[in-house]
């Protein structure tokens, strides 16, 4: 739905803090347009099948841990199998993940991914699109009754203040890498969130994390970590050089080793259509040494580990109609039916269901001229029509 934008967002966002909403010298937000739902579109296409298909994840999680042929199959590094299994078994806490979602507002939603370990564009979701809502309809230009499903910053707060229970007295330190805006805007978000559930909180980069004595890492000020949120993915940590460490350094993970060695896993695509055939919310995926039983059908091909549809190809008989760069793929590829996103606009519309403490929290909306959604695809705000 086309619509005026505010004539001083990009003030505004400057003034809280949305410093990314320009990336590359491409509008990143773009609030020239909005999508528009119905309350049974939101209830029972998008959050109803999110809080199933979450449930069916962890099935695969629970599976999973427990094999050593699946930890194999998930290119799992063998000396984390243990901790990975013990991470799950003792139920270390999540705080929240994101589906991304085919959905045309008809059919059934489908399934493209699990973002489970490191998503971003949650301060967009969170905090600015509903700032958006609650400006356009005091300034007249939505309707008084307008609503948005976005629960997620209350949610967060919510799981924040619980996790402070598990780790009474407990400092959380917050980090992501040096030069990554849209990373060091996400942890700020979730900062300001704890701190909101009454959490202190220190901010420490990724590449600042020293190895303290007794084993234990610190921040710059020699602050022993005995808790930590990482934007920064599982499985290039258990890829460094020093990922022995996270074995036995005490410290209380966000998101835990079980979920973003698991459950952000591409691996998990295959797995949940072998243990769930033919659910509605599924698209039929494979491990490539499957590949010979599949019928000629056109697939995507997706490398177990990739970030922001990084090394994404559409395949038909076997030739790449589509493709994106990047720099993963070493440790194979899954591939699933080719379903394409849905277009409006002429944009093809991508929607992310936010999930905090196993419950759906809300949605964001991202579009882009081309197939396949990336880094620089807009995000767009929303609203439910009563």
């Not at 973002?115 to 958006?132: H, I, K, M, R, V």
């Not at 780790?167 to 040096?178: A, E, I, N």
Request: negative net charge.
């Amino acid at each position: 739905m086309p619509i005026r934008q505010r004539r001083d967002w990009r003030a505004q966002a400057e003034q809280y803090g949305f410093k990314f909403h320009t990336m590359y010298g491409e509008a990143y937000w773009d609030e020239s347009a909005y999508y528009q739902f119905t309350l049974e579109q939101i209830e029972q296409g998008i959050e109803a099948p999110t809080a199933e298909i979450h449930q069916m994840c962890l099935a695969v999680v629970d599976k999973v841990v427990r094999s050593e042929e699946l930890m194999q199959r998930f290119q799992i590094p063998q000396p984390f199998w243990d901790r990975i299994a013990q991470s799950w078994q003792d139920k270390e806490p999540s705080l929240y993940s994101r589906l991304d979602l085919a959905y045309d507002g008809v059919n059934p939603a489908k399934l493209y991914e699990n973002n489970a370990d490191t998503p971003t564009s949650l301060y967009e979701s969170g905090f600015w699109q509903w700032l958006w809502l609650e400006q356009q309809v005091d300034r007249g230009v939505l309707p008084r009754s307008s609503d948005q499903f976005t629960s997620l910053q209350e949610k967060l707060i919510q799981r924040f203040a619980a996790l402070k229970s598990r780790y009474p007295g407990q400092v959380l330190h917050l980090s992501c890498c040096k030069d990554t805006e849209e990373d060091l805007g996400t942890v700020t978000y979730l900062q300001d969130c704890a701190e909101a559930a009454g959490i202190e909180t220190r901010f420490v980069y990724i590449e600042d994390i020293g190895h303290g004595e007794g084993g234990w890492l610190t921040d710059l000020d020699n602050r022993v970590i005995t808790w930590l949120f990482k934007l920064y993915p599982w499985e290039f940590m258990l890829r460094e050089q020093y990922a022995g460490l996270t074995l036995n350094t005490g410290v209380n993970f966000l998101e835990p080793i079980w979920k973003g060695s698991v459950l952000s896993n591409k691996a998990l695509l295959p797995m949940l259509w072998k243990l769930f055939p033919g659910h509605p919310n599924l698209l039929p995926a494979f491990f490539e040494d499957e590949l010979d039983s599949v019928a000629s059908m056109p697939l995507v091909k997706k490398p177990f580990f990739s970030r922001e549809g990084a090394n994404i190809s559409i395949l038909q008989d076997g030739a790449a109609i589509e493709q994106s760069d990047g720099p993963y793929g070493e440790e194979g590829f899954i591939y699933q039916a080719y379903y394409p996103l849905p277009k409006f606009g002429g944009n093809y519309t991508l929607i992310g269901s936010w999930l905090v403490d196993d419950e759906p929290a809300g949605i964001s909306v991202r579009e882009d001229s081309g197939l396949i959604t990336q880094d620089l695809s807009r995000c767009l705000p929303h609203t439910i029509l009563n």
